[in-house]
């Protein structure tokens, strides 16, 4: 049950860990109360991803990588393949063996979630196959699936979940890239069954997932102590799926794991990758710092990679890790990426990129999110903290039009307010934060201030073209900064953000490809009421208005196309 629905006290009316709740026990477990009446006088909602009453009574589909392909039944997250089909998503069988359809004619709620991945098809659906070739390892199931299945919260680790009446939904967590990056290769023509001809090898663990909730609420499995400081459990966890993938297959050796993949979406990225993965793999990441002697920077501080260490958990096994992560940056830009978070289409609706009409950019400069008013002194390297005492302190946005706010005050849509800025902060929090994506996706020139840390794809875009950057310690000249950019010239970094916008995206996967179609069309309809803005778009503007998105050039395309120029990198 959730925090909120936990009693204040226990049957003896003994003080509980929630006496603050404001629920007794009687409303829980007495005769008349939740776990045991129909009705009763309070609801709480399940947890997990199950239906109400929460006791597995009523059906209800759970979600699982590809919905098992059609060839296995969801359990929690983790596939039960049916017989003769095998792997993480159901989609492999032994060569020879007839290929009979999936259970999609009786599940139709989930023919629209299920894609037959072309390496398992008995006819290819082309002549030719795109490179990259791609070979995902099936990992043992306790570094992927088994995490979903511990992880207690419904939405948790996941980029999509089912609801009651089986209907599907994306969700908003924040590191739901390793669900979805790991289900896009699945079901993706760049995927092989066969290692031998694999221009790269994908390694999935799914790091964050533990990280939260399973860390928060599970009593197990630990990596490999009972001891809080989540980098140490993450390290070790790596180190041991490393171990796995050199013994289980022959292919790290082939090429001394040069074209190995990994993905690294916690705060501060690979930081803290284990020395033998970081210095020969490729790491897909969300933080690109780049400075060699790092320390970290998180206000979290069971994250902190380079913290003290508590002694009376010195003898465990695992907590030597801090030796194993050293000697290396956070990101190489010479063989990694920095890669966009994933977004749900509804995120970012009120951009001229999903149809909506583009409208007066009266906000010069934007920031609307955590401003570290409650965190520790050097969240965001300060530099959250500093604008918006800034902004408050010298009347910005009755001077300037400069909007720095926490959320709680800033009302109105997120979206709306992002596609009438000219000008959006990028700052880091306990590590990377989604402003670039936020910015780029709404055709807001994203103001960078983050020192010696790459943004999303800087490696391989001429950032300089679309944006501006800023040193940490010029924060008081920012609105002298941006009065002197011309109109003319803030609109050529605008058409330059126009070319590239929708790399920052993901649209792979058919439900997310219906997603902005829907998104894409309820706009061009509105654009037809009444109340909607009157005139044309100028020819010339900057964003002209999308009536279909460019899928094959999205985040994940992006991916797939810098990865097929770094073939030759790994052969050496």
């Known amino acids: 049950m959730a925090d909120y629905c936990q009693p204040k006290a226990d049957k003896d009316n003994k003080p509980s860990f929630h006496p603050n709740s404001g629920i007794t026990w009687e409303q829980i477990y007495g005769d008349n109360g939740w776990c045991n009446a129909q009705q009763s006088t309070i609801q709480c909602s399940c947890h997990q991803e199950i239906a109400t009453p929460c006791d597995g009574s009523v059906p209800m589909e759970q979600t699982c990588l590809n919905q098992c392909s059609g060839h296995g039944d969801c359990h929690m997250g983790y596939c039960r393949c049916l017989e003769g089909w095998y792997g993480s998503d159901c989609s492999r069988k032994k060569a020879g063996s007839p290929m009979e359809p999936g259970v999609q004619a ?336 709404h055709g807001c020139v994203p103001l960078i201030v983050m020192d010696e840390v790459h943004g999303v794809y800087e490696s391989i875009l001429d950032y300089a073209s679309f944006s501006i950057r800023i040193r940490e310690s010029a924060l008081e000249a920012v609105p002298d900064i941006l009065n002197a950019v011309t109109p003319a010239q803030l609109a050529k970094m605008q058409r330059h953000l126009a070319k590239v916008w929708h790399r920052f995206t993901y649209t792979t996967g058919r439900v997310m490809k219906e997603a902005v179609k829907r998104v894409m069309l309820d706009n061009l309809d509105a654009g037809h009421s009444p109340n909607a803005p009157r005139g044309q778009v100028r020819s010339d503007h900057p964003f002209q208005r999308h009536t279909s998105f460019p899928f094959e050039d999205d985040a994940f395309g992006t991916i797939m196309q810098w990865l097929y120029h770094r073939i030759p990198f790994t052969r050496g």
């Not at 990679?305 to 956070?330: M, R, S, T, V």
């Open 106 to 441: 009786t599940r139709p709620w989930i023919e629209r979630l299920v894609t037959i991945p072309p390496a398992a098809m008995e006819t290819p659906p082309k002549p030719t196959r795109p490179r990259p070739l791609i070979y995902v390892y099936d990992v043992p199931a306790d570094y992927t699936t088994r995490m979903l299945q511990y992880r207690l919260i419904g939405q948790a680790c996941l980029y999509r979940r089912f609801h009651e009446g089986n209907h599907t939904s994306f969700t908003s967590w924040t590191y739901s890239i390793e669900s979805y990056l790991h289900e896009a290769l699945l079901t993706s023509e760049h995927r092989t069954f066969d290692p031998e001809e694999a221009d790269f090898f994908y390694v999935p663990v799914y790091v964050t997932c533990y990280f939260w909730p399973i860390m928060g609420y599970a009593d197990h499995p630990w990596y490999h102590s009972p001891y809080g400081f989540r980098v140490m459990h993450g390290a070790n966890l790596v180190r041991e799926v490393h171990e796995w993938v050199k013994t289980a297959l022959p292919y790290w050796k082939r090429r001394g794991g040069r074209d190995h993949i990994w993905l690294f979406a916690a705060d501060e990225g690979a930081c803290w990758a284990p020395t033998e993965i970081f210095n020969t793999s490729i790491m897909l990441t969300h933080w690109g710092r780049m400075d060699l002697n790092h320390t970290s920077n998180t206000a979290y501080l069971a994250d902190n990679y380079n913290g003290p260490l508590a002694p009376e958990f010195l003898p465990w096994k695992g907590l030597d890790f801090q030796e194993h992560i050293k000697g290396h940056p956070c990101y190489d830009p010479k063989k990694d990426l920095v890669i966009p978070a994933w977004k749900p289409p509804d995120h970012y609706k009120q951009s001229p990129l999903m149809g909506a009409p583009p409208v007066e950019r009266d906000i010069l400069l934007y920031f609307r999110g955590e401003v570290g008013s409650n965190r520790l002194e050097h969240y965001s390297r300060k530099i959250r903290q500093r604008m918006f005492k800034l902004a408050y302190e010298n009347k910005w946005w009755d001077k300037h039009k400069i909007l720095i706010g926490a959320s709680g005050q800033v009302g109105g849509s997120y979206s709306e307010q992002l596609a009438r800025s000219k000008f959006c902060l990028v700052a880091p929090g306990d590590g990377w934060s989604t402003r670039a994506e936020d910015a780029i996706v």
